[in-house]
């Protein structure tokens, strides 16, 4: 069956004679809703349906406030739908789109598609059901956003954001509190490491838990781990063939040396660092693989383990005492940057390393000040040509700051919240933005059930 699509102002129906349903796609600021106003102001906007392969299946623009049609398309195949805002000078100042999805199948006669300013947060409709200090993330399904762990109140709870409906989803009880959250290669599943929600500090294990089946399957240490209390609380990087990794020597709690190998078939292995660290920075580059740095003032500053290796290389670098930063790679060969962190006290220097350096090796110091402030737990996501998101905490006031890193590391833009929070956790999202969940509010301590999300610009 063919219908044809309409926008009305800021709202598309999809409509057939001979069919009496009709589904609104309704573009929707969620709690911005002065982005199109917002200087400079958007001009025109234009509302795309794309096909699996990004070719443009319909388009049509218009001023914001006015008449869309954007004409007629089988309802039966994927699509996407985007839209677009630009400025007076044609500069794209909004954009949003929604996942891909066959509009027929929606359960709802309502697709919301948010849209927000781009280089900045912006919150979209509703918001979580509960909150979580620190949580742990995770996208199911390509598409729900996942956050349960940390501190507070039902730290074992799950608590989902569905980005079909940008509205909660119900979430059970877990059968761990999350310090760490794997998800499967299928993206169906995750393995949760942590305690037991009714003995919080008794030991660590592991869970595999099934969205699509239900099942629940506890597993055992594998050979050459003693428990999972040396790797749960571990940052998860994502390497190559659906293989995963949780790095204990990421974590501030206590020093490790094990990394946790999890392969597509859900099988798991330990890898061991030839030094234990504390608070090390951790990411993965095609070439040299897992790259772990820093977070020991005894031993090789940086050491690599190969995709298929079972023995991390050390790389002669000076010994690394920086805790807490985060290791991105600059889209250059073996190059990763470093972002964040304390040196004694003090932040630390914003540096480069070439990850398969194998002698005389020194890191390229290219901001002494760093990120401006002594700043801890950090992750960073490349966001572009020479272009880094550092989401951090502040190791005096525990507020959740982000920073850009642009120009290749030598200067830094802050980006603030739409609501500051302590405790946020990020996430990347389908969508390509970078989502910020849970967190309290500064002084009051107020549960912060909003979600954040960055678009790149």
């Given at each position: ?25 309704e ?10 106003g ?50 007076a ?41 509960r ?29 989902f ?38 003995a ?18 506890d ?11 040396e ?22 709690s ?44 005894a031993?090789?500053?940086v ?8 023995a ?19 889209g ?48 960073a ?14 190791a ?54 909003t ?7």
């Amino acid at each position: 069956m063919r219908r044809r699509l309409f926008a009305l102002a800021l709202s598309v129906l999809v409509s057939c004679s001979s069919d009496p349903r009709a589904i609104a796609i309704e573009v929707t600021l969620g709690h911005e809703d002065g982005a199109f106003g917002a200087a400079p102001p958007v001009t025109s906007v234009v509302v795309r349906a794309l096909a699996a392969n990004d070719a443009i299946v319909a388009s049509t623009t218009s001023e914001p406030g006015g008449t869309f049609d954007l004409g007629e398309f089988p309802l039966t195949e994927l699509v996407t739908i985007e839209v677009e805002g630009r400025d007076a000078l044609g500069e794209r100042r909004v954009h949003g789109r929604s996942l891909s999805l066959v509009l027929g199948e929606l359960a709802s006669d309502l697709l919301p598609v948010f849209a927000q300013r781009l280089g900045e947060f912006a919150r979209p409709p509703s918001e979580l059901e509960r909150t979580h200090f620190r949580g742990s993330t995770a996208v199911l399904g390509e598409r729900y956003l996942l956050v349960t762990g940390g501190e507070g109140e039902e730290p074992a709870r799950a608590t989902f954001y569905d980005l079909v409906s940008l509205g909660p989803a119900s979430g059970g009880t877990l059968p761990r509190v999350a310090e760490s959250l794997l998800p499967a290669a299928s993206g169906a599943a995750v393995l949760v490491l942590g305690p037991k929600p009714d003995a919080p500090d008794g030991p660590r294990g592991a869970t595999w838990l099934d969205f699509e089946s239900g099942y629940v399957t506890d597993v055992n240490p594998p050979e050459g781990l003693a428990s999972f209390d040396e790797v749960a609380g571990g940052a998860v990087v994502a390497g190559a063939n659906g293989v995963s990794y949780v790095v204990g020597a990421t974590r501030s709690s206590a020093p490790s040396s094990a990394v946790l190998v999890v392969a597509a078939d859900r099988t798991l292995s330990v890898a061991r660092l030839v030094t234990e660290r504390r608070a090390a920075a951790a990411s993965w580059l095609a070439g040299p693989g897992l790259i772990v740095a820093g977070g020991s003032s005894a031993g090789a500053g940086v050491e690599t383990l190969a995709p298929a290796g079972t023995a991390f290389a050390t790389r002669p670098y000076p010994p690394d005492a920086v805790s807490g930063a985060a290791a991105v790679p600059t889209g250059n060969a073996d190059e990763v940057l470093l972002v964040g962190g304390v040196d004694v006290g003090s932040p630390a220097a914003t540096r480069r390393l070439a990850a398969n350096c194998t002698s005389k090796c020194e890191p390229t110091i290219l901001e002494p000040g760093g990120l401006g402030l002594p700043l801890v737990r950090c992750s960073a996501y490349g966001v572009g040509p020479g272009s880094v998101l550092a989401v951090c905490e502040d190791a005096v006031t525990r507020e959740s700051r982000v920073s850009r890193v642009k120009d290749g590391g030598v200067s830094v833009e802050d980006i603030p919240l739409r609501e500051p929070r302590l405790g946020a956790t990020p996430l990347p999202t389908p969508l390509g933005t970078l989502a910020l969940l849970g967190g309290v509010a500064p002084g009051s301590g107020a549960a912060v059930k909003t979600i954040e999300l960055w678009a790149p610009p």
